[in-house]
C-alpha cells in the first residue's frame, strides 16, 4: 500500500508553519516513528508539474517528463479506452482576469459549470479547434479532451500550478495554442451562457486551460489493477492551493484518523510493499518501514516525530 498526501505542508507560505505548529496528528506521528525518509525527490517552481504528480506517475509507470506526463491519455486506458499512441490533453473551461499587467485564472471549481453549459460551450468552441486538427470530446462539465499531433511533445502545466498565479510564465510554448486560446475569448466574450452568467452574478468561461499532455508509450500495456494504485489523499489540496489554513489543518485531521490509520493497519499485517509519500510543492518525501534491530525499533517507537521535523526551505 502506497500512500501519497500532496500538500501535506506547503514551504513557500510561512503560515502552513505556523498551522502545522499547532496541529495533533498521532497517527501519522505513529507512521512516522516505524518508517524512515529514505528518498527525497525535489522538483521547485519553475518546474511545470508538482512533485505530488511525478511521485504518482512514477508509482504508476508512465513517463515522467515535466508537463509530459500523459494524464490525459492514461484516463483514457484507465477508463477503458484505446488512447493508442496519439497526443491527448485536458482541455478545462476558466476563467481569466486580465489586468493591465498580469493575467490570473481563478480556480475552476469556482465556476460550478453545469453539464448543459459546458456541452453547449464546448459544441461553439469545436469548430476552431478542428480548424487546429484537435478533436474535442466530454469528458466532465469541467474538464474535456482533447486529441491532435500537438499533444503528443507539448509540455503544461498542471492547474495546480497556474491556479491564482500570473500565467504569463507558463502559457503553452505553442504560437497556434494561444492564437487558439486568443481566439476563444473573443468567440466566449459574447456567448449568451455567458451573459446569462453574467445576469446570475456568476463568473464567465472566457478561456480555457491545458494539461495533462502527452502520449502513452507504445510499450505501455494498459492501467495497473485498481488495488495496486496507490491511495491518494486529495482533501489537503483545495486548502492550501487558496490559504485556507483553518480548512487545512480540519482536511490533516480527517486524513490522520482515515487514511493514515489504514496505513498503520497495513503495516500491522505486514503488507508489503508500505509506503508513505509526503509532498510539498517543491518536494516529495519517501518513507519506508525502518530496518535496525528489535532495540532500535523500539526506541523508535518512543521518539516523537512530528510533521514540523520536515518543514522547511529545500
Known amino acids: 500500500m502506497q500512500l501519497l498526501i500532496p500538500y501535506a505542508f506547503v514551504t513557500d507560505d510561512p503560515r ?18 516505524r518508517l524512515n525518509l529514505t528518498r527525497t525527490d525535489t522538483v521547485p517552481p519553475p518546474a511545470l508539474a508538482p512533485p505530488h504528480e511525478h511521485a504518482l506517475a512514477q508509482a ?20 477503458g479506452g484505446d488512447p493508442g499512441t496519439a497526443g491527448w490533453a485536458w482541455v ?8 493591465a499587467d498580469r493575467i490570473l485564472m481563478t480556480d475552476p471549481a469556482a465556476l460550478q459549470l453545469p453539464e448543459d453549459e459546458s456541452r453547449a460551450l464546448l459544441q ?7 480548424q487546429d486538427g484537435i478533436t474535442l470530446q466530454f469528458d466532465t462539465a469541467d474538464r474535456w479532451l ?6 503528443a511533445e507539448l509540455a503544461s502545466a498542471s492547474l495546480d500550478r497556474v491556479i491564482d ?3 504569463a510564465p507558463w502559457l503553452p510554448a505553442t504560437a497556434a495554442l494561444r492564437r487558439l486560446q486568443n481566439e476563444m475569448q473573443m468567440l466566449l466574450y459574447t456567448h449568451p451562457i455567458n451573459d446569462a452568467r453574467s445576469a446570475r452574478g456568476l463568473p464567465t468561461v472566457n478561456s480555457f486551460w491545458i494539461s495533462g499532455s502527452g502520449a502513452l508509450p507504445a510499450a505501455f500495456t494498459g492501467a495497473m489493477p485498481e488495488a495496486s494504485q496507490p491511495v491518494i489523499a486529495h ?16 482536511a490533516w485531521q480527517q486524513i490522520d484518523q482515515g487514511a493514515c490509520r489504514e496505513l498503520v493497519a497495513a503495516l500491522e499485517r505486514g503488507a508489503a510493499p508500505v509506503e508513505l509519500v509526503l509532498c510539498s510543492e517543491r518536494d516529495a518525501l519517501h518513507f519506508t518501514p525502518a530496518a535496525g534491530g528489535w532495540r532500535e525499533r523500539l526506541q523508535r517507537r518512543f521518539r516523537r516525530t512530528t510533521l514540523k521535523d520536515f518543514i522547511g526551505p529545500s
Request: with cysteine; glycine share 12%; net charge negative.
Open 235 to 250: 482533501a489537503l489540496r483545495g486548502p492550501a492551493l487558496h490559504g485556507d489554513w483553518a480548512g487545512w489543518t480540519q
Open 92 to 99: 478545462t473551461p476558466a476563467h481569466w482576469q486580465i489586468g
Open 16 to 33: 502552513c508553519a505556523q498551522a502545522a505548529a499547532g496541529l495533533q496528528l498521532p497517527v501519522l506521528e505513529q507512521l512516522l516513528r
Open 165 to 167: 498565479t500570473d500565467l
Open 60 to 79: 504508476l509507470g508512465l513517463p515522467v517528463r515535466d508537463g509530459g506526463i500523459p494524464w490525459a491519455a492514461f484516463e483514457q486506458a484507465r477508463g
Open 146 to 151: 482533447a486529441r491532435g499531433e500537438v499533444f
Open 124 to 130: 461553439a468552441m469545436e469548430p476552431w479547434f478542428t
